[in-house]
């Protein structure tokens, strides 16, 4: 498979080469990128058998600068007989966060209302003027928990994929309504606005977009984020497993234990996209370009709103890093049967890198160390 796939890579710079479109020293250069990203990916699939982690059967990785894709390919097998591609859908798991976190941002500045009222929601607007359930969260004496909150993970809501409430069937389907109605029993813990990591925070905040309004008119969470990013930015095979085009793309599950939530809706917007490495590849493009989102959105969710640690913050479905005079802006998922990282990095004085990786296997380790080392390629070449 690696080396099919880097004689595909070889043969279109060869075409490009020949029609005058690539130099010779362009040509090693993305030669040289494919075989060493190629390398590193197929070694991270087939570890030693004495590392005790898991062989992965299919992944797809896309690797670009400043917009431009330099390569992208699958490795291994998306389901029996059908290899993996750089179009082949993953499920991404809580990459799914920043897609949720854009289309709520872009409702803000479309100027979206609560449903039957007139004033326009901000950043700042209380969760418990949206959400009945939110009435019971607040602390006594303390600030209100807001659509900020939520954004950057400072609610200091209990994640309830962590502790899921009474019940409740994690092997099950359980309908939002349903899961909003447990939630309502949670108290929020620690110091008010200190970040704690938390799917409790973006399946509200898929709730929240179905309260509001734009010129009068709802919209599901799902057709929020069909309308606002994925159709509007371009991305045709990003979507839901329900979606037939999407089921019939996905790569087969690999399950490192039984699944868990994986029944709709308990990850309903943080963790129930689907997508290819170029589709993410596009939307970090689209992101950085400012097509995405307005510039003082695209901030908001680039900023330093949670603090992690020292050199760590959580903006707005995405974890940003400053460390050595480079930002980086990446996030993790993981979902029964897949796994994915998603990282783009701005050094200060040139262009911006992203690295896409999805596997077709849960709990895989040290994927965010491969990206960082692809990144480190690119950066080189």
Request: with cysteine.
């Amino acid at each position: 498979m690696m080396r099919l796939a880097l004689a595909k890579t070889v043969s279109v710079a060869l075409c490009l080469l020949l029609l005058g479109l690539l130099d010779a020293e362009a040509l090693e250069a993305d030669t040289s990128l494919a075989i060493q990203t190629g390398k590193l990916v197929t070694s991270f699939m087939n570890p030693p058998a004495d590392s005790g982690a898991p062989a992965i059967s299919g992944m797809s990785v896309a690797i670009g600068r400043a917009g431009t894709l330099l390569y992208a390919d699958g490795f291994g097998s998306a389901a029996p007989g059908r290899p993996a591609t750089a179009r082949t859908i993953y499920m991404v798991g809580s990459i799914t966060k920043q897609f949720t976190a854009a289309a709520l941002l872009r409702l803000i500045d479309k100027g979206a209302s609560i449903r039957g009222r007139s004033e326009t929601i901000k950043l700042d607007t209380p969760v418990a003027d949206i959400l009945d359930a939110a009435h019971d969260w607040q602390l006594e004496g303390g600030p209100p928990i807001t659509i900020s909150n939520l954004l950057s993970m400072t609610s200091n809501l209990p994640n309830y994929t962590r502790r899921p409430p009474r019940d409740l069937d994690p092997w099950g389907a359980v309908p939002a309504r349903q899961l909003l109605t447990a939630i309502k029993g949670y108290r929020p813990s620690g110091y008010p606005g200190s970040f704690e990591y938390s799917n409790t925070s973006y399946f509200l905040l898929s709730e929240i977009m179905e309260q509001l309004a734009v010129a009068g008119s709802t919209r599901s969470y799902h057709q929020i984020l069909e309308d606002e990013i994925f159709v509007r930015l371009g991305l045709s095979d990003t979507g839901f497993r329900a979606d037939p085009h999407i089921a019939a793309g996905l790569a087969t599950p690999h399950y490192g234990r039984r699944p868990r939530f994986f029944q709709p809706d308990w990850l309903k917007g943080s963790g129930d996209v689907a997508s290819t490495v170029i589709d993410i590849f596009k939307w970090n493009s689209e992101l950085m370009a400012g097509n995405a989102l307005s510039a003082g959105m695209r901030a908001v969710m680039f900023s330093d709103s949670g603090r992690v640690d020292a050199w760590t913050y959580y903006g707005a479905g995405w974890f940003v890093s400053h460390k050595d005079e480079v930002d980086r802006y990446f996030h993790s998922g993981t979902v029964s049967g897949y796994t994915s990282f998603n990282l783009i990095v701005q050094p200060k004085n040139s262009d911006w890198v992203s690295v896409v990786l999805l596997a077709d296997s849960d709990g895989v380790q040290d994927i965010d160390v491969l990206a960082e080392h692809i990144a480190q390629l690119v950066r080189a070449h």
